[in-house]
Antibody
Framework: EVQLVESGGGLVQPGGSLRLSCAASGFTFSIYWMHWVRQAPGKGLEWVSHIESDVSRTDYADSVKGRFTISRDNAKNTVYLQMNSLRAEDTAVYYC??????????WGQGTLVTVSS | IQLTQSPSSLSASVGDSVTITCRASQGISSYLAWYQQKPGKAPKLLIRSASTLESGVPSRFSGSGSGTDFTLTISSLQPEDFATYYCQQLNSFPRTFGQGTKVEIK
């Protein structure tokens, strides 16, 4: 059974940093692209970032470029999202997701990040 | 690439047929997915590649389109279908989502 389990969310002050983790199991993690998607309270889905299987390429939404960094450890079956210079508008549930080409088949349960003083 | 869904919300009754449209700001071939999301839950993939129904998804869901115009149709709405639906383009990065369509009970 495929499982994606996010952790690392919490309350952080504006300007602060947080690192999210997503532990994967039940599939061959090393060959799948991994994504982060977020959802602000009461709002729609926003794609945040992706990393290719061999770490050769990463991409970011314009809203987080230069502040967030995605990485992965294929030996630990884990993908990370380092979030720096956090703003109130980064408050959201952050999901990690993956899947075959053409769609995101598997999602975690999400972890809540709240940026507030 | 921007995706515009319409309508933003709709009210319908059990048994109704509903259609949601998703328009891309530039051509994306058939690189479009549809998701269903219920409150407090992660999204669920319904359709990939514009028209390929995912395993386990009821056949009352169907998708069509290519290029810039796409549709999701639910042929006979069931109580469990009341949810918010999102399209996502997978043609290029960033992998944008539509703003969502909330399907409510009339």
């Amino acid at each position: 059974e495929v499982q994606l389990v996010e952790s690392g969310g919490g309350l952080v002050q504006p300007g602060g940093s947080l690192r999210l983790s997503c532990a994967a199991s039940g599939f061959t993690f090393s060959i799948y692209w991994m994504h982060w998607v977020r959802q602000a309270p009461g709002k729609g889905l926003e794609w945040v970032s992706h990393i290719e299987s061999d770490v050769s390429r990463t991409d970011y939404a314009d809203s987080v470029k230069g502040r967030f960094t995605i990485s992965r450890d294929n030996a630990k079956n884990t993908v990370y999202l380092q979030m720096n210079s956090l703003r109130a508008e980064d408050t959201a549930v952050y999901y990690c997701a993956t899947g075959k080409p053409g769609g995101l088949d598997y999602w975690g349960q999400g972890t809540l990040v709240t940026v507030s003083s | 690439i921007q995706l515009t869904q319409s309508p933003s919300s709709l009210s319908a009754s059990v048994g109704d047929s509903v259609t949601i449209t998703c328009r891309a700001s530039q051509g994306i071939s058939s690189y479009l997915a549809w998701y269903q999301q219920k409150p407090g839950k992660a999204p669920k993939l319904l359709i990939r590649s514009a028209s390929t129904l995912e395993s386990g998804v009821p056949s009352r869901f169907s998708g069509s389109g290519s290029g810039t115009d796409f549709t999701l149709t639910i042929s006979s709405l069931q109580p469990e279908d009341f949810a918010t639906y999102y399209c996502q383009q997978l043609n290029s990065f960033p992998r944008t989502f539509g703003q969502g369509t909330k399907v409510e009970i009339k």
